[in-house]
């Protein structure tokens, strides 16, 4: 397929990404050849549009290897595997983001600005590029949307090399590329007119899908703006007694509770509905850690998936872990469980050698799978269940009548088990929001 310019490639994406508009997304374009795309697809959806700005942190003896990636307000995305390896050290690290921060605020004052960020907390957002090469940029931009508060990530280009969804995989969770034809060698050789975009068109592109969507932000004064502490996010490896198990972890300016999730069966850390609450967290100023309690071969066990006390001491591991690490060390501990998460959530805190948990919550949980100790739990714990989802909610009536801490439990009407109805999710992750932050 070859297209005719980035606005023929944005309306042949638009079709394919249609089925999405149902869930009132954000796009954001790559600058700068990316969000002639952009437009075209947030048209299409009546979608907000926004250009997202990274710099990507190189190694310093090998620039275009990445060792993380810099957005706005002071996100900062690190691979601690990578910064390891090359035995960059904190010198170094500060040397090159000071750089590149540098660069990432000219570029984004040039593009964007007077207009503020539009905020990404909890949404689904579709980051849009011209194509992709190497895919190191794309792969910057999903990790920072998800540091910005993204519940769901959808990367797509019009064109890339075969095998690109795979690779990218990992950073988004869906990559939607038109085509990955086999003579790939370069983005520009399917396009008909590939020449240059610059920041005037950027500019007038983005003032032109001012009335996309809804609820923009107005534009205010430089003035009154404000940059934000940073907000660092970064994949961690848990060497655990019984396995090393990995984990994001996001840690807003002054966190002082860290939220680990404990998912339920069949659900993990890329879960679009964990990253939708845990971004309503962040937003909070709460830290998460969306924490994988099995490695992939145990994930692939379903005895394993159901072994509530294995998930339970991992998660008191996990515990530890945070409250050694530096950075961490202090902070409180809180829990948010899912299906066999949440009763894995409820053993681990009615264990004493876990610590003071600050406080639990259980969305469509099974706390009937931890019954016996229930009577044991001393965290303040919030049941959260939909009103469909008649026997879980059956289920956490009996498990409420055996709890003897702080606790509530809260029906959310309309929810069925996975609250996938419109804004049931959102209600989840409000209330999860409010019990922590009035349980430090």
Same mark, same amino acid.
């Given at each position: ?12 994406? %638009?079709?394919? @990404? ?19 795309? %952009?437009?075209?697809?947030?048209? /299409? ?11 990507? @942190? ?7 290897? !990445? ?33 590149? $921060?540098?660069? +990432? /605020? ?9 207009? $503020? ?5 909890? $949404? ?27 519940? &769901? ?15 990218? %995989? ?9 085509? #990955? ?21 950027? *500019? ?5 899908? !001012? ?12 003035? #009154?703006?404000? #940059? ?9 490896? +848990? ?35 964990? &990253? ?13 850690? +969306?924490?994988?309690? @099995?490695?992939?071969? /145990? ?18 591991? %996990?515990? &530890?872990? +945070? ?51 229930? *009577? ?13 989802? /008649?026997?879980?909610?059956?289920? *956490? ?44």
């Amino acid at each position: 397929m070859i297209f005719a310019d980035r606005a023929d490639a944005g309306r042949r994406l %638009a079709r394919r @990404l249609a089925p999405l508009r149902q869930e009132e997304p954000v796009v954001l374009g790559l600058p700068r050849g990316g969000v002639p795309v %952009a437009y075209e697809v947030a048209r /299409e959806l009546d979608a907000p549009l926004d250009v997202i700005v990274v710099r990507k @942190l190189g190694v310093p003896a090998q620039p275009e290897l !990445a060792m993380g990636a810099l957005g706005e307000d002071g996100v900062r995305v690190l691979d601690p595997a990578i910064v390891e390896l090359a035995g960059v050290d904190v010198t170094q690290l500060a040397a090159v983001e000071a750089r590149e $921060r540098a660069e +990432l /605020e000219r570029r984004a004052t040039s593009l964007r600005g007077r207009r $503020r960020r539009y905020p990404l907390g909890a $949404r689904t957002v579709i980051v849009v590029d011209d194509g992709i090469a190497t895919g190191s940029t794309a792969r910057a931009a999903c990790r920072v949307a998800r540091a910005h508060g993204a519940g &769901r990530v959808v990367l797509a280009v019009p064109v890339g090399p075969p095998g690109i969804e795979q690779r990218l %995989a990992g950073d988004a969770d869906e990559v939607i590329c038109l085509e #990955t034809p086999p003579s790939f060698a370069a983005v520009g050789q399917f396009y008909v007119d590939f020449s240059p975009t610059t920041d005037e068109e950027v *500019n007038e592109l983005l003032a032109r899908a !001012a009335a996309f969507g809804s609820g923009r932000p107005t534009a205010e004064p430089a003035a #009154t703006a404000t #940059t934000p502490a940073p907000v660092d996010a970064s994949e961690v490896q +848990l060497a655990l007694p019984s396995a090393t198990l990995v984990g994001d972890l996001t840690l807003p300016p002054g966190a002082r509770t860290v939220v680990v999730f404990a998912h339920g069966s069949g659900s993990g850390r890329h879960s679009p509905r964990n &990253r939708a609450v845990a971004g309503v967290l962040v937003q909070a100023g709460l830290g998460t850690l +969306l924490l994988d309690l @099995l490695t992939p071969d /145990e994930a692939a066990d379903r005895s394993r998936v159901f072994d509530v006390e294995l998930l339970a001491t991992r998660l008191a591991e %996990a515990t &530890r872990w +945070l409250q050694r690490r530096p950075g961490t060390a202090g902070v409180r501990i809180g829990y948010f469980g899912a299906s066999t998460g949440a009763a894995a959530a409820l053993w681990a805190a009615a264990d004493p050698a876990t610590g003071d948990v600050a406080a639990v919550v259980s969305r469509g949980g099974r706390p009937d799978l931890a019954m016996s100790r229930l *009577n044991r739990v001393r965290a303040p714990t919030l049941l959260i269940v939909g009103s469909r989802d /008649e026997v879980v909610l059956e289920l *956490n009536r009996r498990a409420e009548a055996e709890l003897r801490c702080e606790h509530r439990l809260v029906i959310v009407e309309g929810a069925s088990h996975l609250f996938e109805e419109p804004g049931t999710l959102m209600t989840a992750a409000e209330l999860a929001r409010d019990w922590f932050l009035a349980h430090p």
